[in-house]
């Protein structure tokens, strides 16, 4: 056996040795880890399931409440939705909390729904959910509270940019017009209009109000475009400048009157022998 081959040997079983000793020394440390790896995508797994199950009977259970709302039995509806918030998983009780505000707002309890939204816009961690509580607070103080009441909610709301700007413009323009302060009101109104991004439903809803201001005497007519106006002069001299020189047909002679006719005279009538 040639030297090379007894040093090969040699160093092959130091290295088992080592291998031997260190698997002796650090194996529980190594089947503990790989157990506890195990056990955490196992962990993370069921609580995923856990987690989608109770989302999804969640959501049943909103679905039946908006079902009870739509047939009349608010009741019910109000019921359902309390055990929602109360036991339900993820997002699903806060958007229950929005529809149980609604359903206070649509029986006529609106101070009660105005509370409701605004305890949404002071818990809820998503600022446009916090907006969203806030403009239907707002929409709600139009008829029952004043022009302050619905400024508090609404009046950073309408700021460009916002994506709920144009709900909070028609909202504040509805109270200012209660409160008579119609230049406002149509500052807000035409705000809405002007905005590219308004939908026309919106739009054509914001053209009934001013053409109800309009109606009333409180805003004056919107003033004319001169400079239109007088761009289409121009056009018109340019166009009557161009256009072909014609000669005026003859005037027809003038016929003469017919004479009236005489009337018959009509023959004597013979009195009666009767």
Same mark, same amino acid.
């Given at each position: +056996? ?16 080592? +291998? ?7 194996? /529980? ?36 409440? #908006? ?27 806060? %958007?229950?909390? #929005? ?29 446009? %959910? ?16 004043? %022009? ?33 302060? #119609? ?5 807000? #109104? ?5 905005? /590219? ?46 256009? *072909? ?21 009509? *023959? ?7």
């Amino acid at each position: +056996m040639s030297q090379d081959n007894i040093f090969r040997e040699v160093d092959e079983e130091l290295r088992s040795d080592r +291998m031997r000793s260190f698997w002796r020394r650090f194996a /529980p440390y190594i089947i503990g880890a790989a157990g506890l790896v195990v056990v955490g995508v196992a962990v993370n797994e069921g609580w995923s399931w856990y987690h989608a199950n109770n989302a999804a009977n969640s959501s049943d259970e909103l679905y039946a409440a #908006f079902d009870l709302a739509n047939g009349g039995d608010i009741a019910a509806a109000q019921a359902q939705l309390d055990t929602l918030i109360a036991d339900g998983s993820g997002s699903y009780p806060m %958007l229950a909390q #929005f529809k149980q505000a609604g359903l206070l707002g649509k029986d006529g309890k609106t101070a009660e729904a105005v509370a409701a939204y605004d305890a949404l816009a002071i818990d809820n961690s998503n600022q446009r %959910l916090r907006e969203l509580a806030l403009v239907l607070a707002g929409t709600l103080l139009v008829d029952t509270g004043t %022009l302050a009441d619905v400024q508090q909610r609404v009046e950073t709301i309408a700021a460009e940019g916002n994506p709920l700007r144009n709900a909070a413009r028609e909202a504040l323009g509805l109270a200012q017009y209660k409160a008579g302060d #119609f230049p406002a009101a149509q500052a807000s #109104f035409e705000a809405v209009v002007n905005d /590219p991004q308004s939908q026309s439903t919106v739009r054509n809803r914001m053209g009934y109000y001013l053409a109800q201001l309009l109606s009333e005497g409180a805003i004056a007519p919107a003033p004319t475009d001169k400079a239109a106006e007088d761009a289409a002069a121009a056009v018109q001299d340019i166009i009557g400048d161009d256009a *072909p020189a014609t000669t005026p047909a003859p005037a027809p002679a003038a016929t003469p009157a017919p004479q009236a006719a005489t009337p018959a005279t009509p *023959p004597p009538v013979e009195p009666s022998l009767e």
